[in-house]
């Protein structure tokens, strides 16, 4: 699973990122120059005292529950299902044919997970004929009692007939999955423009019981055979191989997909549409890509990458990729980012892209998601955590496995930039919760879907690498597949593995990584004298409710030359001086020279030994947090000219980040630093960098742009033109609206937002009917801006001709089946509270009929 929603701290935070593209965090993990007043930009907040006298931090989580693994009982060896569509009802009628077997213990009895069906019959299949079973049923459990007790020696089937009802379950969901009914009907009548009808499931965590019978844990596993009758014109998709397709008289169809080898119930998946097929392959296996019919033209080259994929991830870890198959789906209205169901991933349909929109991908915006499901079909299908609590022994490797592809596919930049982008994520959400990766305390399952398991947890593996060294890595990660393949595992698993490879007990990595909550703050300095470095370490986290951290590290010291002398030292204590032969005064000591640690590090250095460090610089993120700590020291020279260098840096964020510190530029030369911040506007191969071009050169208020503008507009990239329409909604002149109106018939997402936002600061009546027009092209992703704009947009115009609009806010803001999109709508008709003051009462309404207590707790603010 990824999930899209990233780990924030408020519910405000978290629509303000839908309503923008972001770029990535920074300021986790930096350093300060000698002599400067630098503040953390994810300093930890202020410890709440207790009457005790004991501080304890606001980051401390309450006390939860502790949530074991399931008991098992009962083995769920193989399910059968026959299932067909009621698209009036959105329900699935359904038969399933459970093959089980007693654990240990015989059974006398069987408790199934079956939420909010209609049972029609329970039966024992038997040789001749079925056997009707006794049952209760409340609507969440399904207790069958058997007719004697069985001995795990012999397995049994029973027959269920039954109706699921995804609609009539109480609504759930969290902040990483949006909603846990199982089953899904998209656009079942057919009444919504441009929009396809489908049918799909989504079963993690424990959802896969809203639409078969079954024991809904991870630590069950069983093979499977489903199949599906359907409208002819319909593709279907499932796991494993379809192994038959029949044409019936009523003209439907129904397709048979058999998945030979077992997984968890939660991986099963079903998906029907109207999908165009793109067919590819791998040694003999294939590989397809079901799409949206407008979208096959462009879908090798989304998803074109898997076979290679395939290959370098088999060899990585010597177990060549073990399913029959591998398909990828993208469907709309989807609850999370992507799922890895075996052989058959599904994701959202923001990972299909029309040819434009080809130009402005890169490698976070959707290729990183295809490796992270790639990867869990053996870290999480292939061997699985036997409960939640273990869930990063699947999330943290998925995880890890975007920076594995992008450092073999594009290189070391850009998998420091992924290292970058993840410690950050890790570290922004520290602030407001401490955990350990291996939780066996919460409140909802849910709860382990955060920046700890994902993040933090391919940081911690990162570190692991870096510390055995990759042969040892690699060779213990074949030995915890090969020695736990199809079955479910916990974290100890893990350890013997590292353990039994490299002969070390490493007790003390997985203890203070997995078990123990925090990470490292750490305060260095360094001087010199008499041909040693003097370098100074301190840890200062809190080491009450966090531990005291072993760290091995290296240390760089550059004297002459450019290639430095690198020392490996281990900080084992609070406070530890480590001295370096040196046979002259250094021009650099670099601590944690790979950037590998996972902390919070405060580094002295001069501008000189950060000028320095930049030009010899040996990753991304070396380059990235010298950008960063001299940000506000453009005014000198050096650092104009080591801003100026980096605009013709070869890897593109660099070149970004120099461009965003460049906003408001007042050092030497400001002439001729606009003019090369204009020949990057115009001119850089990548678009993330001339729209971030566009965007500081909003930032001089006595410049005239006009004309870069206005060819930024026309760019070939939707996101360059973009950022020119939003500059000149804030600037427009004499050309722009006819400038705008030429392109307010994009297909672009990021266009048509920046376009509504134009409209909505210097639209009018005119602009109304096209609001009205363009939302059925508006995604959900881009519906929480949009009516933000809709509703500034009505400001302007007379309250007489709002109704219809107002109409349609109010059923988005009651009605859209996402709660961020229900706030969007909400708070675009709070925007007419002034001129209209009858919504008040409406809006009242709208806030005590709301069930999401994410939504009300907002509301309660407002």
């Not at 009758?229 to 319909?234: D, G, I």
């Not at 060779?475 to 590292?498: C, D, G, H, M």
């Not at 370098?535 to 951290?549: A, G, K, M, N």
């Not at 709508?825 to 005590?848: D, S």
Request: glycine share 4%.
């Amino acid at each position: 699973m990824k999930y899209l929603v990233p780990g924030v701290t408020s519910l405000l935070l978290f629509v303000q990122l839908l309503a923008v593209a972001q770029a990535p965090t920074r300021g986790a993990g930096k350093t300060t120059p000698k002599g400067a007043v630098h503040k953390k930009a994810a300093s930890a907040p202020a410890p709440a005292p207790v009457s005790t006298g004991l501080v304890v931090p606001s980051w401390l989580p309450a006390d939860a529950p502790v949530q074991p693994a399931a008991t098992i009982l009962t083995d769920v060896v193989d399910t059968k299902l026959d299932v067909r569509f009621d698209y009036k009802k959105q329900y699935l009628l359904g038969t399933a044919v459970l093959t089980l077997r007693s654990h240990f213990y015989p059974q006398s009895e069987i408790s199934l997970d079956a939420k909010g069906f209609d049972i029609q019959k329970v039966e024992l299949v038997g040789e001749k004929k079925n056997r009707n079973l006794n049952y209760n049923y409340n609507r969440r459990k399904l207790v069958i009692a058997l007719d004697r007790a069985y001995p795990r020696t012999t397995p049994y089937q029973v027959r269920i007939v039954y109706v699921a009802k995804p609609n009539e379950l109480p609504q759930g969901g969290s902040a990483a999955i949006r909603s846990d009914k199982g089953l899904y009907f998209i656009n079942p009548l057919g009444t919504e423009k441009n929009k396809p009808r489908q049918i799909w499931t989504q079963g993690e965590t424990e959802a896969s019981s809203c639409w078969f019978p079954t024991i809904d844990k991870p630590n069950q596993r069983m093979t499977q055979e489903i199949s599906m009758t359907v409208e002819k014109q319909f593709k279907t998709l499932s796991n494993g191989t379809l192994t038959s397709s029949k044409a019936n008289a009523d003209g439907t169809r129904t397709d048979t997909w058999k998945l030979a080898q077992p997984h968890a119930p939660y991986l099963a998946t079903m998906v029907v549409g109207d999908f165009a097929v793109v067919n590819d392959s791998w040694h003999g296996k294939l590989v397809d890509y079901y799409v949206e019919p407008q979208y096959a033209g462009t879908a090798r080259a989304v998803f074109g990458h898997t076979p290679e994929m395939l290959d370098f991830f088999s060899k990585k870890l010597g177990v060549e990729y073990p399913w029959d198959k591998y398909a990828q789906v993208a469907v709309r209205d989807y609850v999370s980012g992507a799922m890895e169901n075996t052989t058959a991933t599904t994701h959202g349909s923001s990972i299909q892209a029309t040819r434009r929109e080809l130009l402005d991908a890169n490698y976070q915006s959707g290729e990183s998601t295809i490796a992270h499901e790639l990867f869990h079909h053996w870290f999480g299908d292939y061997v699985t955590s036997e409960s939640w609590s273990n869930l990063p022994l699947n999330e943290s490797f998925a995880d890890y496995s975007e920076l594995l592809w992008a450092e073999h596919k594009y290189g070391p930049d850009e998998a420091s930039l992924v290292q970058e982008i993840k410690l950050n994520n890790y570290i922004e959400e520290a602030q407001s919760k401490r955990e350990p990766l291996i939780r066996y305390r919460y409140n909802n399952r849910e709860d382990m879907f955060d920046r700890h398991s994902y993040d933090k947890g391919g940081r911690v593996l990162h570190m692991l690498r870096k510390y055995v060294g990759d042969e040892a890595f690699f060779a213990s990660l074949n030995r915890y597949l090969t020695q736990n393949k199809q079955t479910p595992v916990e974290i100890s698993k893990l350890r013997t593995a590292f353990e039994e490879t490299t002969g070390e007990d490493l007790m003390w990595f997985f203890n203070q990584w997995f078990l123990q909550r925090g990470h490292p703050e750490l305060r260095v300095t360094h001087t010199y004298a008499n041909g040693q470095v003097a370098l100074h370490v301190r840890q200062v986290q809190d080491t009450v409710f966090q531990p005291l951290f072993r760290l091995p590290v290296t240390v760089a010291i550059w004297t002459n030359g450019n290639q430095p002398t690198e020392h490996r030292i281990t900080i084992t204590k609070a406070e530890q001086t480590f001295t370096l032969p040196a046979s002259q005064k250094p021009s650099l000591v670099k601590f944690d020279n790979e950037s590998q640690l996972l902390a919070q590090i405060e580094e002295e250095r001069t501008t000189d030994e950060l000028a320095f460090q930049f030009y010899h610089a040996q990753s991304y993120q070396q380059k990235s947090e010298v950008l960063d700590l001299l940000q506000n020291k453009t005014s000198e020279m050096a650092v104009s000219s080591l801003m100026r260098n980096a605009l013709n840096d070869k890897f593109w964020n660099v070149r970004r980040i120099a461009l965003d510190h460049l906003r408001r530029y007042r050092g030497p030369e400001p002439e001729g630093m606009r003019k090369d911040i204009q020949r990057v506007a115009a001119n850089d191969p990548n678009s993330r960098v001339r729209a971030q071009a566009i965007n500081t050169l909003s930032s001089f208020s006595d410049g005239n742009y006009s004309a870069i503008y206005g060819a930024a507009v026309k760019d070939s990239s939707a996101l360059v033109a973009a950022a020119a329409v939003e500059v000149l909604a804030k600037k427009p002149d004499v050309n722009t609206r006819q400038q705008i109106a030429a392109i307010d018939n994009t297909t672009s997402g990021p266009l048509l937002i920046a376009v509504a936002n134009y409209y909505a600061l210097n639209g009018g009546l005119d602009q109304y009917q096209w609001f009205l027009r363009r939302l059925p092209d508006v995604a959900e992703a881009d519906l929480y801006a949009y009516f933000q704009s809709f509703g500034t947009l009505m400001t302007h115009i007379p309250p007489v001709e709002r109704d219809k609009g107002i109409k349609v806010l109010e059923e988005y803001a009651r009605n859209a089946p996402r709660y961020e999109i229900r706030l969007g709508a909400y708070r675009g008709l709070a925007l007419l509270m002034p001129t209209t003051p009858n919504l008040k009462a409406t809006l009242q309404n709208i806030r005590e009929k709301e069930t999401d207590d994410r939504l009300k707790a907002f509301y309660n603010l407002m």
